[in-house]
């Protein structure tokens, strides 16, 4: 019997496993080959409703899912946590001691967040990448009545690109809703150049960030944040200081792949770009945020590197040849306020190109927030 | 003299953008002759109104509702319920001849048997389910 293991329970480990029990319904019948999803967390945690959280739009219980009621019967669930993949012997060392043995491995580890890397970060700063950091954060910005919010990107590559320009227009509805838009200044910085890494969106954005009198500031790179006098200080040396500083918090790689020599210096795991295998090893694959690939860690990405992962994995365990290839396929919804959205979609070689924000396309964002879990199940 | 300048900046719009709206007149004029112009029209108004009418709440509790039905629909599409179903139908079409009635000996003697302890053992797991949830 063939043993597949997928290792991560979010949305690149629940799709990839939902649809090899699909394309495997036979093979695991006949018991030839087994899926065995393993994770440390009984929920999921729908990430991208952490930006309607904040603002009260969506609730706790509305963006978590038992897994058990997410994955596919023909899928073995073991809640356990990880601490070694051992890839020259395909085995994983659990932390109770067990260890499991793969013929293949799924690698959907996905990314974290590391605030700690920022000195004064932890003390002064608010975030919602995390659901704890969404919930404080949401209280905060009920309180903030006056004076200056910073948005800061602290580090690329980070979850869901497009968030941070997101959580900015909803700010300035936010408080234009409240009537208090007025006494509140918004400033969003960004690492390099521009707004956004991508052309086509960067020049919406700051026309939009203009005609709502938001301010941005591009090469802020912040390596400290000062509690006691509330700035920020940046690389470039600037001083930036704040009333509400929400950051976008440097990210890394799991715990697990740093600990198991599998990652680069930030923890990601080194993967063809077409075919998602880890490099050096022709039985792991890789998908969703773990990757090092030049797409973004999204959803979307996850899902899409889901399709070919799945298929070339079924293929091998049916002899078949598996040549399914990923082509960098992403897309986003961008939140350009409380009543109006645009989408993204691009490739390794098409490069995005925002349609005009509209109501539409914001209540299939709304509508997606809920059909999200039938993606998981590998319906939608 | 005046009217003519406010038009300039119209004019170089126009310029700039000849190649796209020379397209774009030519598919009006298609629209036009072809008479779908005013059908889009009225698709437009039929647009407007459900944008008009429709709110955040709508969508996210139709939505809500939706996904909850998906999900549910999975689990009686998942394999070992299609096994289930596809058992009952072929209990119901290929029974070789008409079931004899069974008294209670008969009862007891197919307790017996391991098939028929294996569907009382899943018809206690759907009591035990629906107790749970009552």
């Known amino acids: 019997m063939k043993s597949i293991v997928i290792l991560g329970g979010g949305v690149a480990g629940t799709i990839t496993a939902n649809y090899l029990a699909m394309r495997l319904r036979d093979e695991i019948r006949n018991q030839n080959a087994k899926i065995t999803l393993v994770t440390d967390r ?11 959280l904040i603002f009260n739009r969506l609730e706790e219980e509305d963006i978590l899912r038992d897994l058990k009621y997410l994955l596919d019967p023909q899928v073995d669930l073991k809640i356990a946590r990880a601490t070694k993949i051992d890839a020259n012997n395909s085995k994983i060392e659990l932390e109770d001691g067990n260890k499991i043995e793969y013929d293949y491995l799924v690698i959907a580890t996905g990314s974290r967040i590391v605030p700690e890397d920022v000195p004064g970060l932890v003390d002064a700063g608010y975030w919602f990448y995390n659901l704890e950091g969404a919930k404080r954060l949401r209280e905060e910005l009920a309180k903030f009545t006056k004076g200056k919010i910073v948005v800061s990107v602290m580090g690329i590559p980070h979850k869901c690109p497009v968030a941070p320009i997101e959580v900015t227009f909803l700010l ?10 007025k006494n509140i200044e918004i400033l969003y910085t960004y690492p390099i150049n521009k ?9 919406l954005v700051e026309k939009m960030f203009e005609e709502r009198k938001i ?4 090469f802020f790179n912040p390596v400290e ?8 200080v940046t690389l470039e040396g600037e001083e930036e200081p704040f009333d509400l500083l929400i950051a976008i918090p440097p990210h890394k790689g799991s715990q697990v792949i740093m600990d198991s020599g599998l990652g680069d210096r930030d923890g990601w795991v080194p993967t063809d770009r077409y075919t998602l295998k880890a490099e050096g090893y022709d039985n792991i694959y890789v998908v969703g945020d773990a990757t090092n690939l030049p797409v973004s860690k999204a959803g979307s990405v996850a899902h899409f590197e889901a399709e070919v992962v799945a298929e070339n994995v079924s293929a091998e365990i049916k002899g078949l040849p598996p040549t399914a290839r990923y082509f960098g396929k992403a897309m986003c919804f961008i939140e350009t306020g409380f009543d109006q959205a645009t989408y993204i979609w691009f490739d390794y070689e098409t490069p995005p190109k925002p349609v005009k924000p509209n109501k539409f396309i914001h209540w299939m964002k709304i509508a997606y927030n809920r059909m999200y879990w ?3 199940r590998g319906v939608l | 003299m005046d009217e003519v300048k406010e038009l300039e900046p119209l004019l170089k719009k126009i310029s700039e953008n000849r190649e796209y709206l020379e397209d774009v007149v ?15 029209i009225g698709f437009a108004a039929f647009i407007k109104i459900i944008q008009d009418s429709i709110s955040d709440a709508v969508v996210d509790r139709n939505m809500e509702m939706l996904a909850n039905i998906g999900l549910i629909s999975t689990k009686f599409t998942s394999d070992r319920t299609l096994m289930l179903l596809n058992a009952l139908g072929d209990a119901i079409c290929r029974c070789e001849k008409q079931p004899e009635p069974v008294g209670l000996i008969g009862l007891m003697k197919a307790l017996r048997e391991p098939e028929v302890q294996k569907t009382l053992g899943m018809l206690l797991n759907i009591a035990r389910e629906l107790g749970k949830n009552i």
């Not at chain 1, 009984?42 to 309607?52: M, N, R, S």
């Not at chain 1, 300035?172 to 838009?181: A, L, N, Q, S, V």
Request: net charge negative; no cysteine; aromatic share 12%.
């Open chain 1, 374 to 376: 039938l993606t998981a």
């Open chain 1, 215 to 218: 301010d941005y500031k591009t």
């Open chain 1, 42 to 52: 009984e929920k999921q945690l729908y990430e991208p409703g952490l930006l309607y």
């Open chain 1, 225 to 232: 944040v000062d509690a006691e006098k509330k700035v920020v």
């Open chain 1, 195 to 203: 707004v956004f890494i991508m052309n086509n969106v960067a020049e």
């Open chain 1, 172 to 181: 300035h509805d936010f408080y234009k809703i409240h009537g208090i838009r």
């Open chain 2, 26 to 40: 030519d598919k009006l004029v298609w629209l036009e002759k072809s008479g779908n112009l005013d059908a889009i």
